[in-house]
Structure formats: structure tokens, C-alpha cells
């Protein structure tokens, strides 16, 4: 059954849900009726161009309903909503649980979260804390955690921190700044779609610039009316390379002759396994640098805990944004997260995990060597996902399909580009699989390839 496009996106995706809930919206429309059984989908490219948004966003929440059994999709055939029966269409199913094998990039062990030492932490924390302290907080975030973080920045990334400002995730710092900066942004081509959507959804005009084996093509920048740029600099998002130092060097001085800022996203940069990660940019020009950190990748996204360091011109532009959004974040935990890393706990963790996904990622890499020698990973030397090269002209995206199909979370490359990708590849997360688990989803990728 053919869909007319219009009425689809007039009918199931009104305005304010375009850019932030496909995947929800098609849930529900095929949960309650208004998609049927047998209807055919767009392709993700023209879905992607009809509701304005990055097409990785489509492709993301296309796997993920086939994952959870919504839809199918099969080679040739395009993706098309799958037949529910009237008990399984009233069931909301849990989607990490449809899974086999979920190596989306970006999770970490969650398994290996600390629990007994974050309880313990929120215990000793609230037993410190002032009763003061538990009224509306100072919007720039507990004073307790801003301190240890900008001791822990220096002491770990180099990085010069006066002050340190506390947001709700990485993305809710990502849109502080959107909203402060407006015009045009330069993000990595590719880079996180996630984010790319985040800065368009605020009316930011994002312009894509390639990157190469040294990182973000800084050279490119000047041709641009870009007044900032984002850049995921320790550790390029998704591809792992680490930015030349030359092109460092350019982009501080590209920054400095425009007065614009470099957003520089330092996601993972504790998770590298050879050697210590170069310093953060931001310590070379603190006044055109703003630090983004998370402990999303640490400790768990579900935490919502990430800082920013701002150049001091604009720090009270940046509070009065936060204390306009929500008054503030939560204090509680904040309080709780100084403690941990006041009491080591934090950089015992970060050991214990760092040896865990060393493990891991040895292990998916030999079983690529086994199974499929030909394939090439790239940026193993840190974070928490590899990207594995395809044979040239492997169709990627057809290929995360197949993988769906069989309950494989694996990303397409395809998904992190706004343009043509210049290569095939699949963007793997190893973090929160065992070793076992984790040969078993190579195996299983090897025969939905059919190599
Ligand atoms: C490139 C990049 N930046 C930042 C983040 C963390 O975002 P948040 O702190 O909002 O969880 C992620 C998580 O996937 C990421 O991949």
C-alpha cells in the first residue's frame, strides 16, 4: 500500500513534533490504527527532506521500530509497517529489550554502573549538605561540584576553568548555546545527527565541513559565514580521529581573526586506551573556546550531568540563559557527584571501565580479523564504538536494514553524513556488550552481509 506523502506528514507528523519525535510519532500512529498494516514508507532520504530534519535521524528511528518489530523491511522492497496482532499492537514493547544485539554507539557498560558507590555518595552528600542548600539553586549549578569539576578539567584535560556551569546532558548545554548564538554553525562532516538536529531545531543554519585523517578540514572554515563551529576534537564523532595539531593551531587562529567560538565537545576523551588524550583545545584560547563535558559516556546518560566552560565574556549570558530555561538543574545530585569525585570514586571507576572496554574492543576487533578480514576498523585508539570500513559500494544503509531484521542494532555509517558519504562503513558500540556477546553479533553481522 502506497502512502500519499503529504497527507503523512500533515497527518501523523504535525509541526511541533517534526524534528524531535519520528520514531515516537510512527510508533504511535501504527500502535493506534492510522498507519496500516502493509503501508510502505519513503525512503529515509525523502522522509528526512519532507519533515526537514537529518536523514540519520530517519534512519535511526526506522531500526529501531524494526528492531521492535513495528516495522520490516526487506532488500528491494523498501520498509513497510509490519502486521501486529490486537494484543501485541496494545503492548508498549521495551525497546533495549527487542534487541539481540544493540551496538548502537555512544552507551556505556551500563552493567557496570556503580551503584552502591553512587548511593553511598547521595548519602554522605545530602548528610553534608546545608538545609540552605536545598532551596531553588544558583542557576550556574552547585558551587561544591563547579569547584571539583574545574579542578578535575585541569587536573585531566588541561583545561582552564575558572568557573564551570552545570547543564542537564550535553544537549541541554548544546541548546543553551544555540539559542544564544543563532546564525550559522559549522558542524564535522560527519558528525553526531543528534546534535546537528538539536543546533536546526533552535534555527541555527548548520553547514557541514568534511573531515579527513586529521580531523575537520579547518582550511574550509574562512569560505563560510560561520561565528562558530563544533567540533568533536580529542576524537572526531563518529569517525575517531584526533585533530592534527596544525589544524589546532588553525582553528584557534581562524576563531581569534573572526572572533568566533569553537564549541569543542570532549564526549569521550577519558576512554582512550594507548595513551593519554591530547589536552583539551580550550586551554589555548579560553576566550574563544566553549568546553563541553558529560558524564554520559562515564557514568550513564541517564544521569542528565554535563558542564560547560564558557569564556568569561559570555558566562552571565549563559547562567541567565539556564536560569530562563528551568532555575536551574538539580542539586541533590550534583552534590552526590562531588562527592564521588571528590573521594576518588570517579577515577576508580573510569580505571575499571577503561580496562572493561579495552577488553571489549579487542575482542569485536579479532572477531572482525576472524570473520571479515576485508572490512577495516578505524578509530580504535579511544571511546566507546569503532567504525568498521566496508568494501567500496556496499550499500550500508541496506545493510543496517538486514541487521534489524535480525534484532542487530548496528548504525550505518550513511546516517552521521548530511551529504554523500565518502565511504560505506558501520558505526559500532562495544561498551556495553560482554566479549561473548559481542563475537556472537560479528558472527551474526557476517552472515546478514552474505560475504
Ligand atoms: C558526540 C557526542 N557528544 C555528546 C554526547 C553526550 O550527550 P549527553 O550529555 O546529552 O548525553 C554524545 C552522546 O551520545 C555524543 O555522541
Given at each position: 500500500m502506497e502512502t500519499n506523502w503529504t497527507t503523512f506528514r500533515e497527518l501523523l507528523l504535525p509541526e511541533h513534533n517534526r524534528r524531535r519525535g519520528v520514531e515516537a510519532e510512527l510508533r504511535r500512529a501504527i500502535r493506534e490504527g492510522r498507519l496500516a498494516p502493509g503501508t510502505r514508507l519513503p525512503s529515509s532520504r525523502d522522509l528526512a527532506q519532507q519533515l526537514g530534519i537529518a536523514r540519520g535521524t530517519v534512519t535511526s528511528a526506522y531500526a529501531q521500530l524494526i528492531g521492535e518489530g513495528y516495522l520490516?523491511?526487506?532488500?528491494?522492497?523498501?520498509?513497510?509497517?509490519?502486521?501486529?496482532?490486537?494484543?501485541?499492537?496494545?503492548?508498549?514493547?521495551?525497546?533495549?529489550?527487542?534487541?539481540?544485539?544493540?551496538?548502537?554507539?555512544?552507551?556505556?557498560?551500563?552493567?557496570?554502573?556503580?551503584?552502591?558507590?553512587?548511593?553511598?555518595?547521595?548519602?554522605?552528600?545530602?548528610?553534608?549538605?546545608?538545609?540552605?542548600?536545598?532551596?531553588?539553586?544558583?542557576?550556574?549549578?552547585?558551587?561544591?561540584?563547579?569547584?571539583?569539576?574545574?579542578d578535575y578539567l585541569a587536573r585531566v584535560r588541561g583545561v582552564v576553568a575558572r568557573d564551570v556551569v552545570i547543564t542537564n546532558g550535553s544537549a541541554d548545554a548544546l541548546s543553551l548555546l544555540a539559542r544564544m548564538l543563532k546564525g550559522s554553525i559549522a558542524v564535522e562532516e560527519p558528525s553526531h545527527f543528534g546534535a546537528v538536529s538539536m543546533l536546526a531545531s533552535h534555527g541555527m543554519r548548520t553547514v557541514p565541513i568534511p573531515v579527513d585523517d586529521h580531523g575537520i578540514r579547518v582550511d574550509l572554515l574562512s569560505t563560510t559565514d560561520c561565528s562558530a563551529v563544533l567540533v568533536t576534537s580529542a576524537h572526531q564523532f563518529p569517525l575517531g580521529v584526533v585533530l592534527h595539531p596544525e589544524r589546532r593551531r588553525a582553528l584557534v587562529e581562524w576563531a581569534q581573526s573572526r572572533d568566533a567560538l569553537i564549541i569543542e565537545d570532549d564526549y569521550d576523551a577519558e576512554h582512550r586506551y594507548d595513551r593519554p588524550a591530547l589536552g583539551a583545545l580550550q586551554s589555548l584560547a579560553p576566550e574563544h573556546v566553549v568546553y563541553q563535558g558529560s558524564t554520559s559516556k562515564v557514568l550513564a546518560p541517564a544521569m542528565r550531568l554535563a558542564w560547560l566552560v564558557v569564556p568569561d565574556r559570555l558566562r552571565d549570558t549563559v547562567v541567565d540563559r539556564k536560569r530562563l530555561d528551568d532555575l536551574g538543574s538539580a542539586t541533590i545530585p550534583q552534590a552526590a557527584l562531588a562527592h564521588l569525585i571528590r573521594t576518588g570514586g570517579y577515577d576508580r571507576h573510569l580505571r575499571r571501565t577503561r580496562a572493561l572496554y579495552r577488553k571489549r574492543r579487542d575482542a569485536l576487533l579479532n572477531a572482525f580479523a576472524d570473520h571479515l578480514p576485508s572490512w577495516r576498523p578505524i578509530g580504535v585508539a579511544a571511546g566507546l564504538h569503532v567504525v568498521m570500513r566496508l568494501p567500496d559500494g556496499t550499500d550500508d544503509l541496506a545493510l543496517q536494514q538486514e541487521l534489524a531484521s535480525r534484532g542487530v542494532n548496528a548504525m550505518a555509517l550513511a546516517n552521521f553524513y548530511a551529504g554523500e558519504p565518502s565511504y560505506p562503513g558501520l558505526v559500532l558500540g562495544y561498551a556495553a556488550l560482554s566479549p561473548d556477546r559481542l563475537r556472537d553479533a560479528v558472527r551474526e553481522i557476517h552472515c546478514a552481509a552474505g560475504v
Open positions: 520490516t523491511a526487506r532488500r528491494g522492497s523498501g520498509t513497510t509497517v509490519a502486521s501486529l496482532g490486537p494484543e501485541s499492537a496494545e503492548r508498549t514493547p521495551e525497546p533495549a529489550e527487542r534487541w539481540r544485539y544493540n551496538l548502537r554507539p555512544g552507551l556505556p557498560a551500563l552493567s557496570a554502573f556503580p551503584r552502591a558507590e553512587w548511593v553511598a555518595a547521595h548519602r554522605a552528600a545530602l548528610a553534608e549538605l546545608p538545609d540552605d542548600d536545598l532551596s531553588y539553586p544558583d542557576p550556574a549549578g552547585y558551587s561544591g561540584l563547579r569547584k571539583e569539576l574545574a
